[in-house]
């Protein structure tokens, strides 16, 4: 790939326009496949994106990789959405709005996070929630200095916490156990009471 | 298969004595394998059972099959340990108790419960969930009636959500992120006080 552009002719340019514009219609289609459906297929997807198999095939290896990435474009896009929050002020209020904000991301793709579950491997899903992490920790570790978040527990786990909590309101709203817009609300009450130091009284 | 008592003959039995064998050591091997590696392959768990894959596949007609009889069996035993928690007294208390023994049967099949997510269709997997999450429903709803559990949540939510706190322990044990010892007390510390009604002071 590194001397692609050496070789670059008149001729040679439809073709590699052709190959971006199905690689883009394919993962197009994949992210609103997968939201709808995590366990879409390969069929499904180039179906839907308008290519045969062969020529799916010819850009992704397996499913695997196709899911891998279209996790890697949506959390570009969702990353670009978070860093947009207001942090400032006080740790706990910036804590809700960023997980308001990060349930709509992870919320308006669906299903996706489930396939993503099922077919990456998990160090693949530790590093999709690697940047994410880091801005929850900077005000966890906020939260801690202001005492407004307990410290009688691992940083680390409180990070688990709130993903397991994010991902579990995703699967209940995609199974229709409850109404998407009662989830962002329960995600920031649920964690910041499960954050609440010992002996205070929950928000 | 209902008509094989029919057949019952004194040559015929130690053919059935074997393949209930095969089964037996089939499923402990499954359930030993997965526990440790959840990517663990047929041919893994072929090969620690002692039989060959054609063995195998006459028992279980793929993976996903053997998985989900592993995770039966692992749910019937978990079931009749779970049973025998105390639940009596105060009902906070009470499900503190079955947390931390919820924790400890999730725990000891360790990989099992990502091979699980991973293997299974999510209606599988709330099938098998519908039972302990009976149990946990019983206590949250004398939780409420005694003030110890918040109730401007759904009680589906708080089910929800003790469940994602549980499975999130098991991934942070398992992938090295948290010591096992320190599991049960921080899932028991966690939901408590995502379950204290606003005002209250966290436990």
Redesign the interface.
């Known amino acids: 790939m590194g001397v692609q552009f050496l070789c670059v002719t008149s001729t040679a340019s439809p073709k590699r326009a052709d190959a971006r514009k199905n690689i883009a219609a394919i993962l197009d289609a994949a992210t609103a496949c997968l939201a709808v459906d995590?366990?879409a297929s390969i069929n499904d997807i180039a179906a839907a994106a308008g290519v045969g198999r062969v020529t799916l095939y010819g850009h992704f290896a397996n499913r695997a990789a196709l899911v891998a990435e279209v996790v890697d474009r949506a959390m570009q896009v969702s990353d670009a959405e978070l860093d947009a929050v207001d942090l400032d002020g006080d740790a706990r209020e910036a804590l809700g709005r960023l997980l308001e904000a990060s349930w709509q991301v992870t919320h308006r793709y669906g299903g996706l996070v489930?396939a993503a579950?099922?077919a990456l491997?998990?160090g693949d899903l530790?590093a999709a929630h690697d940047k994410p992490a880091q801005r929850v920790l900077r005000l966890l570790r906020r939260g801690r200095r202001e005492g407004t978040v307990?410290t009688?527990?691992?940083l680390?786990?409180q990070v688990?916490?709130i993903?397991?909590?994010v991902?579990?309101?995703s699967?209940?709203v995609h199974?229709g156990?409850?109404p998407a817009e009662?989830a962002p609300g329960?995600v920031r009450?649920?964690?910041l009471?499960?954050?609440?130091?010992?002996?205070?009284?929950?928000?």
Chains 1, 2 share one sequence.
């Open positions: 995590p366990d489930m579950q099922a491997p998990e530790r307990r009688d527990m691992p680390d786990w688990t916490t993903q397991g909590v991902h579990a309101a699967g209940a199974r156990e409850l009662r329960l009450a649920t964690v009471a499960a954050l609440t130091p010992p002996g205070q009284p929950v928000p």
